[in-house]
């Protein structure tokens, strides 16, 4: 008989609840980034300080494997390529075509505005010149997260990329051959065995005993540890977001599959033991439903234990409100990394919705297929970085950069109104390298 899925149930609809309840009554998984930042700090300064025997010490100490040498090297990736299966590989040139085709329609247009006769200012979006691509490779492997990385840097321009993915044991301290095999399929040539926050340390510093130059920014998602370590080093590298442990929310009503709303429950929490599974709906008679599927899919799921971690921890819960308006407000101030909208007008209920890392609309739009092959990112924001914060795309790599370009005739008429604004704040030398081209003869 399928074991019981301890799955808390929260019904909000006689007491209500106010946006700063939310996120105490659904919080995420125990172990914070606050905690996380104080334990990879120590790591971090090891890097520096030691650079690749410092990789090397704690990859053999975590792992149980050495990684060297940790540029993997072009035959490697040969073969990788080589063993792929004929019906993997057709799955990632699928999932290539679409995330390629999504990033080249959302690449930014230059524009140029005329202000007044010789008065020009222009817009231009330049790629950063190097990145750094973290894939992860704990409790899985994500040859996906090599396309999702890769593809939108590729359209952007970038020039150099180098991706890091953990070495695996069961593969004599190299990255999974998946990963090698997409990273070839996609011309990536730089790929490192390194992994967890020691990569992105990495990636920041450099490891001249293995030629690995720093690059200015970072990519991708991870665990906490990951994550804790790119907000640890932000300023010394760029970073995509805050892209976490998985979450998902869904908002249903009564219209909904239940069992399939279980199954796309089941479906994150297999990530990790610490994703979140929620779900928010007006509908006690759903919300029984979905409790009452989950056994089953549970019990027959490969990762049976991880999942049933994942689903009784804090993190996750059915939580019934009293309206699908009262659904949104719930989900706007979780900030979810992934929302599935499954209502009767979903086009409505996303009208409402602010805060998302990817919306999902409909039974058969579920988070799994935007995790693979929708054509859409699935590096997203967790922890509620999604109230400031969009997932991995196109303009990650981009800088915007603003060139003026004013002739004698655009400056003139302006040339005593900016020497009142420098006046005005002390600023006198300013007004002055205005004033000083029309002294010239």
Known sequence: MPEAVALRLIDLREI?????????????????????????????????????????????ARD??????????QEEIRRAMAELTPTLRLAI??????????????????????????????????????VGLYVPGGKAVYPSSVIMNVVPAQVAGVKRMAIASPAQKDFNGRPHPSVLATAGILGVAEVYSMGGPAAIASFA?????????PVQLVTGPGNIYVTAAKRA????????????????LII???????????????????HDEAAAS?????????????????????????????????????????????????????????????LEIHTVNNEAALDSISNAGAIF?????????????????????????????????????????????YSREGLEPLKDMVADFANSEGLPAHGEAITARFDLN
Do not use: M
Request: proline letters at 4%; one cysteine or more.
């Open 205 to 213: 510093f450099g490891l001249s005993e293995a030629n690995l130059k």
């Open 64 to 73: 149980g494997v050495d990684p060297r040498p940790i540029l993997v090297s």
């Open 252 to 270: 249903a009503d009564s219209s909904a599959n239940a069992r399939l709303i279980a199954f796309d429950l089941v479906s994150q929490a297999e």
């Open 93 to 130: 040139e699928e999932s290539i075509s679409r995330v390629r085709a999504v990033s080249e329609a959302n690449l930014p247009k230059p524009t140029s505005v005329r202000l007044a006769a010789g008065a020009v200012v222009r817009q231009r979006w330049q790629p950063v010149d190097s």
């Open 361 to 405: 609309l409909g039974e058969y739009s579920p988070v799994s297929l935007g995790d693979y092959i929708a054509g859409s990112s699935h590096v997203l924001p967790t922890g509620q970085q999604a109230k400031f914060g969009s997932g991995l795309g196109v303009h990650s790599f981009l800088r915007a950069q603003q060139v003026i370009d």
């Open 278 to 338: 929620v779900l928010v709906t007006d509908s006690i008679e759903l919300a029984n439903a979905v409790i009452n599927e989950l056994p089953e899919i549970v019990d027959k799921t490969l990762h049976c234990d991880r999942v049933l971690t994942a689903l009784a921890g804090q993190q996750s819960a059915v939580v019934v409100v009293s309206s699908i308006d009262e659904a949104i407000r719930f989900a706007n101030e979780y900030a979810t990394e992934h």
């Open 233 to 248: 080093l932000r300023g010394k590298i760029g970073i995509d977001s805050e892209a976490g442990t998985t979450e998902i």
């Open 16 to 60: 209500g609840f106010s946006d700063e309840q939310v996120n105490h009554l659904v919080p995420r998984a125990s172990i914070d980034i606050s905690v996380a930042l104080d334990s990879v700090r120590p790591l971090i300064q090891d890097i520096e300080d030691r650079g690749l025997q410092a990789l090397v010490d704690v990859t053999v």
